[in-house]
């Protein structure tokens, strides 16, 4: 009896202590991402890649909205001073962490890349995940870009700082800030890189593919002021989707343009979803309203005026046309984004004619039918100036104006943003190093990165 | 089931009582050894259980038969039997004991020992003090009763560990499970505690320091209270208790956080209307509601009323206080009945109980719950040296939601309403302002909607949360005496806990209604409806499922050679813990006949009638299931030279699939030692005042696990609804390095007693030191990205230390005794090491206090304040920029975080939690009466009051105590520090002065935790049916006797309500 329990004892005391007992994964839901579908599925998780995530802090010191002064007065501190352009510091949560968070899960993608052999049998899908990957990272490297460095300068770019360009998923590797040059050589680099590994067309718009890398690469010429480069890339983009909803009536806008978000989310004008964040959020939430010279520049027959506003009853306008059909801002690659980087590539590269077909292709599908008077027979500077107020209008609230701001006043524009509050008049002048906006100071701190200069 | 047992209990007792009776009447007297007679010791009859208590003259006693057996017991003095074989008057001579806790036996949860044979610090709270107080949750009923044991009151920690707000010795801890350990009988118990009834609680064993806990090894750092349950003894006669009381809970006092009134508030909304602040909410598309006074100004301002009518409206509105409608018709007394029925006995060969509880709760919001537990228990003596034992204990508890918590009825926007009208001038419960604008809901579907108000008073009944809890505790256990000495004992335990939410929402209530309206669609031309949401009700029901079992293999061995004595016990456990649950929504519910709708469409973004694309909530899903298994190997040892030198020492090895990267990390021992030196019984030894001193000394680690923790580059999967595609989100950056926490402790301990027992105790000094404790260590979120901007590793050390004193005296033992517990506990618990910004800079502790913040060389919990520079003449709060006042808020906020305490801005406090507490516990007796009364102190630390904030006041509609104090003319800067009000509403202006040292109180308090009288009724009359009876009336939180603040603030409630005052009366009796 006796020697039967001790051995029956013994028996449990090995076998549990077996290894093989403690390897149970504690939890079925967490996975430890191994294998080319888990890190298709890293890619894929939408919340972490494309859903408000991109910088928002451009859009809200930008001029496409304003705050009435109850507003601007109510706002908390930090709030005031970045509608202002005086220097904030949001901490923790913030602009700067959104926009790393889908390059460290492109990091981590390619890192864990290495250890999967790509043979016959997975290289579509390993191709997937490497082209997806580099396509994340430039994406979101170049709205990280058009935020927190100044506008692209080749006389200058060897010397001005650019962004903390991390290319590990190793958080022991420290943060350094690379000049501007190096990063959008590297943004260019990688973007071209992933265009031979991308499929035509996604499976979803919230995935990368060679539309969407054609599409980020006008968009990363067109902020550097490369137009040829701009217009060859915005060309071969269209080549893979030119289609336009029609305002007058079509299947992505379900409820008509009167609705409260009437364009469909993931319609056949988006060619890579993304969504700015929303921090902070008086820029997109009730509080905001469309700045009134905008909105002055709509004609009458642009149903553009229904679809994208709604009258408040202050009289003012407040936005509802994001792509996102919901408030979140829409800040991804679109069909009618490429016609006027496309448009306005032509006009300055002196072929008008090509450029106005391409804004009159655009506006047709804007107008009220048979009310729209093509575009035509003007100067290359009065194209230019209608083609630019386009962009504004098409574009608003797309996460686009900071970068058209920095770019067009380095073409001269001399565009100055003017804000009048109780509690004092705010101006920015064109091409002061406010453009660049302050990183975190908790970052500045932990890295030692150098901060940009505040005037 | 229920009637059955009670028809069974009824037949037994009805058995016990038909036994043939021959009795005899026998006198006795009872002395100590210099012959002088005691008094009021008991006499009991073994067999009969009846008995009586002698007098100077001795005592008479009834028994049924002889040949019989007398229990005679007195405190203070060694139990006797004397056998009664004939009718001869007796002599019993009681000796008094040694060490009066040489009685009580100390549950480890591996072993049963001596006070004498263990050097570790325990502390036992036996049957007697558990009933000291009421309720039905057991580990309440250890507050102000234990030794070191602190309950901490208004903290907030969002590990899901920490749901008892316990610390044992202070933190052990600074981001990791807080909850001690809890052991019920033999096993870790993770069920809900509220399924363990007080009644069928024998004792509770709390273990202090690492010696004593060690053993239960790497979740043992937080301290480990074990549970020990009644169970049936061989050779017992049949016993049934019965065991009833109501408990009443008084309203609770709305009115006990100041507020600012109503006429301010609507005068200080109708400021901020006239300057805008507002707008936004009016042309807010989304329609949130508003405050009643500020529909009337917008009307008044858009000319749909009159100045007359308005004001009018407005003064209507400023009569109504809505704490008082809370009060009327919100709030009732809360009851509690409890019902504990117990039958033991036994045999030669078995020993059984059943027990059967029966809860009722209705409290003081209508939520209502019933439980009823029942247990059984076995111990077989199959064969010589074998014994089995078997149990099962099962609970099933239902519980209904009542009213929601007053204060969550507020907009979407988390503003409050202070005048509201609950009921109608008709008597008929109102609707209040709560998610639309009532002019947006009445307007927006042309009638073709369903009402959209929210009824405060009827919702509550439409909107009914059940949870039914069923857990089932059953273990097995076979003991064999192998040889004299060595035993081998065998455990298995398995617990299942299934717990069952339903939400039933039927369409009178504001949820089901307000879904269906939402995504009705009207066609605009012919005004048909179309009900994406059928219309009914909607049942949401969860199941969250709970399991375990546990199987230890043990040997004992316990010799004596000479004066040689040996104790060892050594073995293996193996412990799989598992959790996993699932949910379903169904539409257009209707229970009776049964109807519901399960194919809606959960994909696909629907318009809503607000003006939104929305998803359907609901739907089923399945929770993940997890599963934590550990595996253990223990052994501790004690040898003990002539009964005055004792060494110990524990080992223990945890292995465990939470930290699955790394083996190595799996295996951690965790050991203890230590040393005991009987004094009092060297021959030496001469001190007449003690008659028993004993010192002991002790160090060793335990650990502590946090379960959610994990090392592995781990991400959650899913399904994206919109793409479809599947997703993995990487939720925290992995850290191969993580490993257990560790917490040192070295304890030093002196027991003494007095002759004859008049006074007992122990003095204890400890230090622990907590190592490699987890700690969010802040890092460059560059490289990351998202929300976190740290990374939890094992970064962090602690120090604490300690006192505890625990004394027991017996002031008087005549006809009347009188005896006092007096309890004192020092504690301090500091960050010793850690990094990141809050590490060096104190000023993360401003206005903190109710949460952990380390702060190196600070206490856990603590606070700092902004220095106070006074108001200047505008009336505006003035703090320091170095040692100039200053008026610029945001310099002040930037000097604080940048410069730290040499900026001057503000200045260190002190503790946020108790340094000092403790309790004393009187008890009187005399005949059968005993009043006891308990009172609880808390010295050393320092709380935040709640002032004003103008900013917080618009935001939340709560807020104001300060109010009516404000700065308002010239001159009033010399009679207030309250500052004026200024618009626009500035936060910082309003953070320094609600932070600031003139706000901070001191937290110390005398509190009158209880009182108990009871009495008690021994038989002496055979006729009647019962061995005892007694009646006891306990009422709790009486409240504080004397408070340092002079604000009138309890500090256990600065931000909350403080428990109503608790009645109870209840009778226990013993058949």
């Known amino acids: 009896m006796k020697n039967k329990m001790i051995i029956l004892l013994l028996m449990a005391a090995v076998a549990a202590s077996c290894n093989k007992y403690l390897d149970k994964k504690n939890n079925t839901q967490l996975i430890v991402p191994n294998s080319l579908s888990d890190l298709q599925a890293i890619l894929d998780n939408a919340d972490q890649m494309n859903n408000s995530l991109t910088p928002s802090l451009g859009e809200t010191s930008a001029d496409d909205y304003f705050l009435e002064r109850t507003i601007y007065n109510g706002l908390i501190l930090g709030y005031q001073e970045n509608y202002t352009w005086r220097y904030y510091f949001f901490p923790t949560e913030n602009d700067w962490s959104f926009g790393y968070k889908p390059v460290y899960n492109a990091n981590l993608a390619l890192d864990l890349l290495k250890n999967i052999g790509r043979d016959a049998q997975n290289t579509t899908a390993w191709d997937n995940v490497k082209g997806s990957a580099l396509f994340y990272r430039s994406y979101n490297f170049l709205n990280l870009l058009w935020n927190y460095a100044k506008a692209y300068d080749s006389a200058s770019a060897g010397k001005d700082w650019g962004i903390a360009l991390r290319l590990t998923s190793d958080f022991n590797v420290p943060t350094t800030r690379a000049t501007n040059k190096e990063c959008y050589e590297q943004v260019i680099s990688d973007t071209k890189d992933c265009i031979p590994l991308l499929p035509d067309y996604p499976q979803a718009v919230t995935r990368p593919s060679k539309g969407a890398a054609y599409g980020l690469l006008a968009r990363c010429y067109l902020s550097m002021r490369d137009y040829n480069d701009a217009l060859l890339y915005a060309d071969s983009c269209l080549k893979l989707n030119n289609q336009l909803m029609d305002l007058n009536g079509d299947g992505d806008i379900p409820a008509g343009i009167s609705a409260s978000y009437p364009f469909k989310q993931f319609n056949k004008e988006t060619i890579f979803y993304s969504e700015m964040d929303g921090f902070p959020s008086f820029y997109y939430s009730s509080k905001s309203r469309v700045d009134t010279i905008l909105y002055s520049l709509y004609a009458d027959n642009d149903l553009r005026k229904s679809a994208y506003f709604k009258r408040n009853a202050d009289t003012y306008q407040q936005f509802k046309g994001s792509y996102s059909a919901s408030l979140a801002c829409f800040s991804g690659i679109a069909t009618d984004e490429m016609y006027l980087i496309s448009a306005e590539c032509y006009v300055r590269a002196g072929q008008v004619e090509k450029g106005l077909a391409d804004l009159n292709a655009l506006l047709s599908k804007r107008y009220k039918s048979g009310m729209f008077d093509p575009v035509g027979s003007i100067s290359q500077t009065e194209a230019l100036d209608t083609i630019l107020n386009e962009r504004r209008k098409e574009l608003t609230k797309r996460g686009l104006r900071w970068m058209d701001l920095k770019r067009q006043n380095k073409e001269g524009a001399n565009i100055v943003l003017k804000r009048v509050e109780d509690d004092g008049t705010y101006t920015l002048l064109p091409n002061t190093n406010f453009y660049a906006l302050p990183i975190p100071e908790d970052i500045i701190k932990l890295t030692g990165m150098p901060q940009n200069d505040i005037e | ?1071």
């Open chain 2, 1 to 1071: 089931m229920y009637n059955k047992i009670i028809i069974l209990f009824i037949c037994l007792l009805a058995c016990h009582c038909l036994k043939a009776q021959k009795p005899v009447s026998i006198h006795g007297i009872i002395s100590d050894s210099s012959g002088s007679a005691i008094e009021n010791a008991s006499v009991k009859s073994i067999s009969t259980q009846t008995g009586t208590f002698s007098n100077t003259n001795g005592f008479n006693i009834i028994l049924r038969k002889l040949p019989d057996t007398l229990l005679i017991s007195h405190i203070g003095y060694k139990s006797e039997y004397a056998v009664v074989k004939n009718t001869q008057p007796l002599h019993i001579v009681l000796t008094p004991v040694d060490d009066q806790l040489e009685d009580v036996d100390i549950n480890t949860g591996y072993q049963k020992l001596k006070p004498n044979e263990i050097n570790g610090s325990y502390v036992v709270i036996d049957n007697r003090m558990l009933n000291q107080q009421t309720g039905l949750n057991i580990l309440d009923r250890l507050n102000g009763v234990t030794s070191s044991l602190l309950f901490n009151v208004g903290k907030h920690n969002p590990n899901p560990q920490s749901n008892t707000g316990i610390t044992i010795r202070g933190l052990s801890t600074i981001n990791g499970p807080l909850d001690p350990l809890i052991v019920v009988d033999n096993f870790i118990y993770d069920g809900d505690i509220n399924n363990i009834n007080p009644n069928d609680v024998e004792s509770i064993t709390v273990l202090k320091d690492a010696a004593a806990a060690s053993i239960w090894g790497a979740r043992a750092g937080n301290g480990v209270i074990v549970i020990t349950t009644k169970k049936g003894k061989f050779n017992q006669q049949l016993q049934v208790d019965f065991n009833t009381d109501v408990i009443m809970t008084g309203k609770p006092n709305l009115f006990y956080n100041k507020q600012i009134s109503v006429p301010d508030y609507i005068n200080y909304e109708q400021f901020l209307f006239n300057q805008g602040y507002y707008d936004d909410v009016f042309t807010d598309y989304e329609h949130p509601p508003f405050a009643p006074a500020l529909q009337v100004f917008e009307d008044k301002r858009n000319g749909l009323i009159s100045a007359e009518d308005s004001a009018s409206q407005i003064n209507a509105l400023k009569k109504i206080d809505s704490r008082s409608q809370y009060t009327k018709y919100y709030y009732r007394k809360g009851v509690i009945q409890q019902y504990a029925l117990n039958l033991r006995g036994g045999s030669r060969n078995i020993g059984w109980l059943v027990a059967g509880d029966f809860d009722k709760d209705l409290n003081n919001l209508r939520a209502s719950f019933n439980k009823i537990n029942l247990r059984f228990e076995n111990t077989y003596r199959p064969v010589k040296n074998m014994t089995i034992s078997a149990g099962v204990y099962y609970t099933n508890s239902t519980n209904k939601s009542g009213l929601p918590d007053y204060t969550t009825l507020t907009t979407p926007d988390m503003q409050y309403i202070p005048y509201l009208n609950l009921v109608g001038p008709d008597g008929t419960n109102v609707a209040v302002p709560r998610y639309y604008d009532p002019r947006f809901i009445d307007t927006v579907g042309g009638g073709k909607l369903m009402n959209w108000n929210y009824y405060p008073l009827e919702d509550y009944k439409h909107n009914r949360y059940v949870t039914n809890t069923e857990e089932i505790l059953a273990h097995i256990g076979m003991d064999y005496k192998i040889i004299n000495g060595l035993d081998i004992n065998l455990l298995y335990q398995y617990q299942k806990q299934n717990v069952k939410s339903s939400n039933i929402a039927d369409t009178a209530g504001y949820y089901a209604r307000n879904l269906i309206n939402q995504f009705s669609q009207i066609d605009p031309s012919t005004g048909v409806v179309d009900y994406i949401i059928p219309m009914g009700g909607i049942l949401s029901q969860s199941y969250d499922n709970l399991g375990s079992y546990n199987f230890r293999g043990q040997l004992n061995f316990d010799r004596t050679f000479g004066k040689h004595r040996i104790t060892a016990i050594g073995g293996m456990e193996v412990r799989d813990e598992w959790e996993d649950g699932s949910s379903a929504s169904y539409y257009g519910y209707n229970a009776d006949p049964l109807t519901y709708t399960t194919n809606l469409d959960f994909n696909d973004y629907f318009p809503t009638v607000t003006g939104d694309y929305e998803l359907l909530p609901g739907g089923n899903s399945l929770s993940p299931k997890t599963e934590n298994r550990f595996v253990s190997f223990f052994a501790n040892a004690s040898y003990t030279y002539n009964r005055k030198y004792i060494v110990s020492g524990s080992v223990r090895r945890d292995g465990s699939n939470i930290f699955g990267a790394n083996t190595n990390d799996k295996w951690k021992p965790l050991w203890s030692a230590g040393l005991g030196w009987d004094l009092s019984k060297e021959s030496f030894y001469h001190l007449p005042l003690f008659s028993y001193l004993k010192l002991s000394a002790t160090y060793g680690v335990s650990g502590n696990v946090d379960l959610t923790k994990t090392a592995q580059p781990v991400g959650s999967s899913g399904t994206n609804s919109l793409t479809g595609l599947k997703i993995i989100g990487i939720d925290q950056l992995n850290n191969p390095d993580l490993s257990w926490e560790r917490s040192y402790q070295a304890n030093f301990r002196l027991d003494f007693a007095t002759a004859k027992n008049i006074v007992s105790g122990s003095i204890e000094y400890y230090r622990k030191n907590g190592k490699g404790l987890y700690a969010p260590t802040p890092f460059d979120y560059t490289t990351f990205g998202g929300t976190g901007t740290t990374i939890t590793a094992n970064a962090a050390d602690m120090k604490g230390k300690g006192i505890d004193i625990t004394l027991h005296s017996n002031n008087i033992s005549r006809a009347l005794t009188w005896t006092t517990d007096f309890l004192f506990d020092f504690n301090t618990s500091t960050t010793a090491k850690y990094y990141g910004s809050s590490a060096t800079s104190v000023s993360a502790l401003i206005g903190n206090g109710t949460s952990i913040m380390p702060v190196v060389g600070k206490p856990l919990y603590a606070i700092a304040a902004y220095r106070w520079g006074g108001l200047d003449a505008q009336g505006n709060p003035q703090g320091y920029l170095h040692d100039t006042l200053s008026e610029d808020y945001n310099a002040i906020q930037q000097n604080a975080y940048n410069n730290g305490i040499a900026g001057g801005s503000f200045k260190y406090i002190g503790s946020a939690t108790p340094v000092t507490f403790g309790s004393i516990l009187n008890s009187f007796s005399y005949k059968g009466f005993t009043l006891s009364f308990n009172i609880m102190y808390k010295f050393g630390y320092y709380l935040l009051r709640p002032s004003l904030s103008y900013y917080a006041l618009a935001a939340s509609g709560i807020a104001g105590t300060d109010y009516d104090k404000r700065w308002q003319q010239p001159g009033d800067e010399k009679k207030t520090n309250v500052p004026s009000f200024a618009y626009p509403l500035s936060a910082q202006r309003d953070q320094l002065y609600a932070g600031s040292e003139i706000n901070i109180i001191k937290g110390d308090y005398i509190r009158l935790q209880f009182v108990n009288l009871s009495y008690s009724l021994l038989n002496n009359n055979s006729k009647r049916p019962f061995h005892s009876v007694q009646i006891y009336v306990n009422v709790a939180n009486l409240g504080i006797i004397w408070r340092a603040n002079k604000y009138h603030i309890d500090p256990d409630y600065v931000n909350t309500i403080p428990q109503p005052k608790i009645y109870t009366i209840g009778i226990k009796t013993n058949f």
